[in-house]
């Protein structure tokens, strides 16, 4: 998988809570631009990692139950999911290297 998965409420126990690999949700809308910093490190990821991580999106503004499920608050927000459980947590823009410090914990 190269690009990211599009996430929504009904797709996300499957895709993110069943998944064999780690995943990187990242919580976002089309309005935010901290999002739109962050979107082409997400995609970049994506393509560096495959094989060893999942990566989606789930736009907030489409999907209510996820977000409140897990408390996001303000995005973008990216949590890493390891066995269907949330193993660390970035909020806002931050550079790549700090996704891949988080990712390389959890890989």
């Known amino acids: 998988m190269n690009e990211p998965l599009e996430l929504t409420d009904d797709n996300f126990e499957q895709e993110v809570l069943n998944s064999d690999l780690p995943v990187l949700v ?3 809308a089309s309005w ?4 739109k910093m962050v979107g ?3 995609e970049e990821l994506a393509k560096e990692y495959a094989g060893q991580l999942k990566v989606g999106k789930l736009n907030v ?3 209510g139950k996820i977000p409140i499920k897990y408390g996001i608050m303000s995005i973008p927000s990216l949590l890493f999911f390891k066995k269907g459980q ?3 947590q ?3 823009a931050v550079p790549k290297k700090s996704f ?3 990712l390389e914990k959890i890989l």
């Open 32 to 35: 935010c631009g901290p999002c």
């Open 40 to 42: 082409p490190i997400v």
């Open 86 to 88: 949330v193993v660390e």
């Open 90 to 92: 970035i909020i806002g």
């Open 61 to 63: 503004d489409n999907n």
């Open 100 to 102: 891949v410090e988080k």
């Open 26 to 28: 990242d919580f976002w």
